[in-house]
């Protein structure tokens, strides 16, 4: 894979820097957060499906709650 160096100042390393994760190339913490501008819906949605979900997310809660999404309320 080739590879090309940038410089950055001392702030913009810091910055991304605190975005890295353990085991994570700066590569991929910049595809992570920044993204080519979309022109249409469907490019937006393909962009999204993409996307790691966001830090902290609870998956267990997540699943749950599309799992319950199916019930019908029983509020009148």
Do not use: W
Not at 23 to 43: L, M, N, R, W
């Amino acid at each position: 894979m080739a590879s090309t160096n940038i410089t950055l100042d001392d702030e913009a390393y810091r910055l991304l820097n605190a975005l890295k994760r353990p085991g994570q190339s700066y590569s991929q913490v910049i595809k992570e957060h920044f993204f080519t501008p979309c022109d249409t819906a469907g490019e937006l949605l393909d962009a999204m499906e993409r996307m790691p979900p966001p830090r902290g997310l609870n998956l267990e809660l997540l699943d749950q709650v599309m799992k319950d999404r199916k019930r019908r309320s029983k509020r009148q």
